[in-house]
Nanobody, 124 residues
Framework: VQLQASGGGLVQAGGSLRLSCAAS????????MGWYRRAPGKQRELVAT????????VYEDFVKGRFTISTNSAKTSVYLQMNTLKPEDTAIYYC??????????????????WGQGTLVTVSS
């Protein structure tokens, strides 16, 4: 699986941006997709995830009510609609996919696949 993210940019506080992440390759192995971010000087943190089969979503508290994660009908792309952006949302945003695969013993395993980061800058 390969991931290609896009949609970052510069926006004023209170504005909106939409991030996109397109998956290619063995897309049928994807069980979940989502977004992390890394702000300057901080560790990477989870933003939101969506389970592919159920559509269940998980949001971190700091984005609840402002960000919405979704997928396309083919479940090959994940989006992050970001509204009411704050300066503290400034970060590099990374999309990821959880991939299910069979190891050499025939057991199912999971691994995370990462896309390149996309920079979101929110000015005050």
């Amino acid at each position: 699986v390969q991931l290609q993210a896009s949609g970052g940019g510069l926006v004023q506080a209170g504005g909106s941006l939409r991030l996109s992440c397109a998956a290619s390759g063995n897309i049928f192995s994807i069980t979940a997709m989502g977004w992390y971010r890394r702000a300057p000087g901080k560790q990477r943190e989870l933003v939101a995830t969506v389970a592919i089969s159920s559509g269940d979503t998980v949001y971190e508290d700091f984005v609840k009510g402002r960000f919405t994660i979704s997928t396309n009908s083919a479940k090959t792309s994940v989006y992050l609609q970001m509204n009411t952006l704050k300066p503290e949302d400034t970060a590099i945003y990374y999309c990821y996919a959880e991939e299910k695969y069979s190891d050499y013993a025939g057991d199912w395993e999971f691994r995370d696949v990462w896309g390149q980061g996309t920079l979101v800058t929110v000015s005050s």
